[in-house]
């Protein structure tokens, strides 16, 4: 069987399940299955998260559609959402990092001012890495670390039935941006909505929201939204036991994505619950908690948070419409498939 | 300028001072620059040490003249043999992978099972990681972390003038192998020396060598070989500041090597000294102390321990010839060049 047949899920499960990895262990909280691995404490009693992610070229990027300062900027911006999923800090950042010999230097020198730039802004440094040479298509595989208090670790498996759903932001900018790109090009897909190019080439990772959020302690379940509503979502409720219900009329979804949605003549709804690379938070929170989180989240970042939905009992994902009609969500990306 | 005319070293020296990458920090014991980042202690007072090692197909590996357990292995054996170059023990390793659609199952489960077998080995977990789809080349790119005590810390940049140098094991072999394999295709050059193919394919980090070798607190500076004496030896002095000279006729080389050469009609000491890929260890000890840390090494791993030069003032590093003829070493691997 080939891993497009299988998907990126059930391959994952599978290695998980036959070399018997662990999911906890001494020195090791947690192990394979989260946004970040979690290891014990530090010298100043916080948990040390680690979490790695790879770009490639044409997968990830196409160079007619970014510039290298931005390859940069968002190869770190990913790593960073999923120290933000966890309630963490950044610390450092590992950069490995293969580019063919023919590539230009100033071409590096870019894409290292944005790693650079986009660390700095969150608080992380460059503390080492790897460099090396390849025949084919770009990598940048990164290793991030960060910390995070004990009391204050968010994982995906604490969602509780009766939970309302949140999420900071808008869903599908980036989705759209993407389309827009891909349709027009870079110049043009600029001048018809910069807002949304800006969302999928340099994407904002939600550090400061989820500090903000766990700071409250009312955090039962988090993570970031790097697949899409439609794909994260349904993990978070595996690895919690439980079911969700999102009312369809509650996703935020911006005037941008509407203006575009209506341009390329697409559903801007159906985009911004299976759109990827938004790298907004997930949260739930009781329901008796929710205004308290969304207030100190929004006047410590000025960043909405929306509550979208609620997790009920048992294993289905579903999307409500206000008239009562329920479906399926749609599934995002998902590698090899 | 293309990074074939500037090539790795150059690159990643450019790097660090365009960002200003931190040398240390609050936290950050030792930055980019060694063959690990070192971080702050841990809870139990132990330095944190990660190091990131990819392996991409076509430049480190080939299909046809390597298995998947292999590859798995190898990806494994060489960020260990990193975390034994600063004498320390690995902990917990991160495989971020990146794998065409269209490759089969059963191929990733044997890289899974090579990858956890040699962790395993050497006291090392998967505590994590990243699955990619890619459009060409296959991506390997670990991260590994490990611990060492503060006192155990062994760096590059402590060699002193008049230190002798050793290396663990015999230099070469690893070349030798690869010469073989290219030229002979896998089965044959098995037949021809299984002894070299292993050690082109399945390295042993010298773990239990390091870690017999720092307990005695009689090593100033160490590394791994990873891209050849040549390349690496020179890069051991200029983190020092120091020169070196290598007596040709006492570089271990092995009869299978020389066997080997004699075959291919090349020359068995130049691809000892230039060779890469042997993940020996290189370390400096001060003369009174060399045969203490070579009989502790070999008492407790039976692993060979040879002193094959001196560190000498200056900035040269010259391989000298019983009758005194002196001259470069020739340099190993480096990538983009």
């Known amino acids: ?86 309630g963490g800090e950044p610390t450092w950042t590992f950069p490995s990092l293969g580019f ?15 790693m650079t730039e986009c660390a700095a802004r969150y608080g992380s440094q460059i503390a080492g ?15 991030q670390l960060g910390k995070v208090e004990p009391e204050f670790l968010a994982l995906r498996s604490n969602a509780r039935i009766g939970d309302r759903i949140l999420v900071t932001g808008q869903l599908g900018d980036s989705r759209g941006g993407l389309e827009l790109l891909l349709k027009y090009g870079l110049d043009e897909a600029n001048r018809l909505s910069a807002p949304l190019v800006k969302a999928h080439l340099m994407p904002v990772p939600r550090i400061l929201e989820a500090r903000a959020a766990v700071s409250t302690e009312f955090v039962n379940a988090m993570m970031d939204l790097s697949d899409g509503l439609g794909s994260d979502l349904p993990k978070l409720c595996k690895a919690s036991r439980v079911g969700a219900l999102i009312y369809s009329d509650k996703i935020p979804v911006s005037p941008d994505l509407r203006a575009a ?23 739930t929170v009781r329901p008796e908690h929710v205004d308290k989180v969304i207030e100190v989240v929004h006047s410590k970042t000025s960043t ?3 509550e979208i939905g609620e997790i009920i009992e048992g294993s289905e994902v579903e999307l409500i419409s206000p008239q009562g009609d329920k479906h399926k969500l749609s599934i995002g990306w998902q590698h090899f498939i």
């Open 304 to 306: 909405m948070v929306s």
């Open 129 to 143: 890495g790897d460099m090396n040479s390849v025949v084919g298509e770009m990598i940048l595989s990164l290793t």
């Open 1 to 86: 069987m080939k891993l497009s047949e299988i998907g990126e899920e059930a391959l994952i499960e599978r290695i998980i399940k036959a070399n018997n990895l662990p999911k906890s262990a001494p020195g090791l909280v947690l192990g394979a299955g989260d946004d970040c691995a979690v290891l014990s404490q530090d010298e100043h009693g916080m948990f040390v998260l680690l979490t790695t992610d790879m770009l490639t070229e044409e997968i990830d990027f196409r160079l007619d559609l970014i510039s290298p300062y931005q390859i940069g900027w968002k190869s770190v911006a990913v790593n960073l959402s999923d120290i933000a999923a966890m």
């Open 261 to 283: 949605a209506a341009q390329l003549g697409l559903d801007a709804l159906e985009h911004a619950a299976s759109g990827g690379e938004d790298f907004e938070l997930l949260m």
């Open 100 to 114: 063919r010999p023919d590539t230009e230097i100033e071409f590096v020198d870019e894409i290292f001012r944005g």
